[in-house]
Each structure stands twice: as structure tokens, then as C-alpha cells.
């Protein structure tokens, strides 16, 4: 958007922007399998969520108060046990928040993704932590026929800013490595439970509301148009055109009346 529209007033309107199925891109020189074209479709779907329709927004947040309710319902006579599990007491999360926060991401991005550490021995699940779905990457090795024909574990990349991963390696960015959650192989403690929903793609999924996409982008765009017509007084732009010989004198004059009036 240029200078001259913004001195104006004016918004452009992006109406031929159709918002396909995204591309699932096996880089060259990457370890892990991208999502988009940029790599940042998931993180668009989340901002989508978070700064455009309300209508659609509305609409996802019932879906997960019907889905997560008022948390687990526990019942029996639980052991201490169970009840530091229910509790999550290594984690910041109890069991009912990673529930809430799991139903949130399959709403919005068609899966979740749990951060599950076993203990020592590799019997028992000691921590379970909420993964948000938009910072895991598929590893480019997960599908290859050799890690189903040899029974080996499989992997995925996780990152907090995939938009900045070079650059912000101190703060979590710099991708990491993490083991798919096995009861096979337990040699590395921390593991991910990854789950989609069920699409005719091999990777990621796609979210159940992908067609609705340019309505929800529509719904923004028309919202900024008003407020933008209601902060200027409903007063639209205008673009004078001088169909005689006028100097640049006299096109300023007249100008400042129309201004002034």
C-alpha cells in the first residue's frame, strides 16, 4: 500500500485473494516437511482466529465449551496417586486446562499435540504437558518405508516461532528434534502424541472450515470498511478530475474551497 492511499484514506481490498488448499513442501536442505508456502499456514489460522470474524471466532469457542465442558469427571474412590496424575502436578497445567487448550487447537487447526515424559524406568507417564499444534513440523524421515518395514521411531520438529527460527535460537526458536510417543521405545523420556483429524492428506491436516476461509477473511475486511467510513464521518474520498485548462494555481484554489466547505 502506498503512501499517497494511506494520506487519503483509503484501504485496497484484496479481492482476488482465493485461499487454496496449502502447499505441503518437502524442502531440499530442511529436516522437516513445510507447511505453506512460508512455512506459516497453521500460524495464520491462528491469527485468523484470534484478529478477524468474531462470527467465526464465536463459532469455535461453543465448539470447545461443548467439547471440553467442565473438564473430567472423575468418580470412585481415586488413589493419591490418581490424583496428583488428574492434578499435573510437575506442570503449570492440570489435566482439565490441557483439555481445554487440546479442544481449542483441533477447533482451530485439526489436531493437538501432548508433550509426554515417562519416568526412569519407563513404565509409568510422570508429566503430561499441552504442545501447541502450530509449532510442530512433520520430520521429512516420518513417512519413509524403512521406519515402518524396521519398526523404528519416527520424529517431528517443534519450534515456537517458526517465522523467526534462525534467528531467535536463545529464545526457542531454533527447532528441536522430538520422538513421536512410542510404548516401543522408550530410550528418550520426553516424547509427542501428535493427533489430526482424519483428511486425504499425508500430512497435516486440513481444518474442517478451509472452504470458509474467504468468508471469514470477507467478514474482516467489510468490519474495516465501515469502522473506517464511520471514523471519517461517512464521508467517502473523492478524485477530482479538471476537464479544462487550469493551472496548478487554480487547482489548488479550488481545492481549499471544497476543503474548507
Known amino acids: 500500500m502506498n503512501d499517497a492511499i494511506i494520506r487519503n484514506n483509503f484501504r485496497v ?29 497453521m500460524e495464520f489460522l491462528v491469527d485468523t482466529y484470534n484478529s478477524k470474524s468474531i462470527t467465526a471466532k464465536s463459532i469455535i469457542d461453543a465448539e470447545v ?17 490418581f ?10 497445567d492440570n489435566l482439565d486446562d490441557i483439555l481445554f487448550k487440546c479442544a ?15 519416568d526412569i524406568t519407563g513404565t509409568r507417564i510422570s508429566r503430561i504437558s499441552h504442545v501447541p499444534f502450530e509449532s510442530i513440523r512433520y520430520d521429512v524421515e516420518y513417512y519413509r ?43 528418550e523420556k520426553s516424547q509427542l502424541l501428535y493427533y489430526k483429524r482424519y483428511t486425504k492428506t499425508q500430512y497435516y491436516p486440513i481444518v474442517k472450515y478451509h472452504t470458509a476461509l474467504n468468508w471469514i477473511i470477507a467478514d474482516w475486511e467489510i468490519s474495516n470498511y465501515h469502522r473506517a467510513a464511520i471514523q471519517n464521518g461517512f464521508l467517502a474520498g473523492y478524485i477530482l478530475t479538471f476537464t479544462h485548462d487550469t493551472t496548478d494555481e487554480q487547482k489548488e484554489a479550488i481545492l481549499r474551497d471544497i476543503e474548507e466547505n
Open 83 to 92: 490424583r496428583d496424575f488428574m492434578r499435573n502436578k510437575w506442570d503449570d
Open 145 to 187: 518405508q524403512e521406519n515402518w518395514t524396521k519398526r523404528s521411531p519416527r520424529y517431528f520438529w517443534v519450534s515456537n516461532d517458526w517465522k523467526n527460527y534462525r534467528r531467535n535460537s536463545w529464545f526457542g526458536a531454533q527447532p528441536k528434534k522430538v520422538q513421536e510417543f512410542s510404548d516401543e521405545f522408550k530410550e
Open 13 to 41: 481490498i484484496n479481492l482476488d485473494k482465493v485461499y487454496d488448499v496449502p502447499v505441503i513442501n518437502e524442502n531440499k536442505g530442511k529436516q522437516w516437511v513445510e507447511f505453506g508456502t512460508d512455512n506459516l499456514f
Open 104 to 118: 481449542l487447537d483441533e477447533r482451530i487447526l485439526g489436531g493437538f499435540a501432548l508433550n509426554v515424559i515417562w
Open 65 to 81: 465449551d461443548m467439547i471440553a465442558g467442565n473438564g473430567w469427571e472423575v468418580t470412585g474412590n481415586e488413589s493419591i496417586g
